[in-house]
């Protein structure tokens, strides 16, 4: 059965309901139904979506490798975020660099880098991060930013004074 872009839409969507159920098993098989179908315009993004469920770290990995070929910007984003969830800094990081340099524009990828840095403790990083993310904030953007940091600084009292300076003298501006 041929199925349009709609249909598509729909089955991702249900993949995604099936997974905040807590129906994996039925998620990832609505995940694996649009890769195989080479017709799907949400192939890799199945393939991010079907990595986080995936029982082994090999498999995502397999999946977010397969995510990188179809969509490298998006691919490398969300391997940065796993392997942050899995403790791997040095790989998360280089993760994130290659989403950068696959789409330098894009303000997500450098404010979740920022937050990131600024939960290792690499505050001159961060802020490096956040004045080259400023041109490409939108002002919903701007506030969404404001009250993540904010968030970060209250609930990591150590980050408080940076988070501080960064929101008045780079992302306010």
Same mark, same amino acid.
């Given at each position: 059965?041929?199925?349009?872009?709609?249909?598509?839409?729909?089955? $991702? #969507?249900? &993949?995604?309901?099936?997974?905040? #159920?807590?129906? #994996?098993? *039925?998620?990832? @098989?609505?995940?694996?139904?649009?890769? $195989?179908?080479?017709?799907?315009?949400?192939?890799?993004?199945?393939?991010?979506?079907?990595?986080? $469920?995936?029982? /082994?770290?090999?498999?995502?990995?397999?999946?977010?490798?397969?995510? +990188?070929?179809?969509?490298?910007?998006? &691919?490398?984003?969300?391997?940065?975020?796993?392997?942050? =969830?899995?403790?791997?800094? =040095?790989?998360?990081?280089?993760?994130?660099?290659?989403?950068?340099?696959?789409?330098?524009? #894009?303000?997500?990828?450098?404010?979740?880098?920022?937050?990131?840095?600024?939960? %290792? &403790?690499?505050?001159?990083?961060?802020?490096?991060?956040? @004045? /080259?993310?400023?041109?490409? $904030?939108?002002?919903?953007?701007?506030? /969404?930013?404001?009250?993540?940091?904010?968030?970060?600084?209250?609930?990591?009292?150590?980050? *408080?004074?940076? !988070?501080? %300076? +960064? +929101?008045?003298? !780079?992302?306010? *501006?």
């Amino acid at each position: 059965m041929e199925l349009n872009g709609q249909q598509y839409a729909a089955r $991702l #969507n249900l &993949g995604i309901l099936h997974s905040n #159920n807590g129906e #994996n098993d *039925k998620a990832m @098989e609505d995940y694996t139904q649009l890769i $195989l179908d080479q017709d799907s315009p949400f192939i890799a993004t199945a393939y991010i979506n079907r990595s986080a $469920l995936q029982p /082994t770290r090999d498999a995502a990995e397999s999946d977010l490798a397969a995510a +990188i070929e179809l969509s490298p910007a998006e &691919g490398y984003f969300f391997r940065a975020i796993a392997r942050r =969830e899995w403790g791997d800094v =040095e790989g998360a990081f280089a993760d994130f660099a290659s989403a950068i340099a696959e789409d330098p524009e #894009n303000p997500i990828t450098y404010h979740v880098l920022g937050m990131f840095q600024l939960e %290792e &403790g690499m505050y001159a990083d961060a802020r490096h991060t956040y @004045e /080259t993310l400023t041109p490409y $904030l939108d002002d919903e953007f701007r506030e /969404t930013v404001i009250d993540e940091l904010n968030e970060l600084g209250e609930s990591l009292p150590d980050t *408080k004074d940076t !988070v501080s %300076e +960064i +929101i008045k003298e !780079v992302v306010k *501006k």
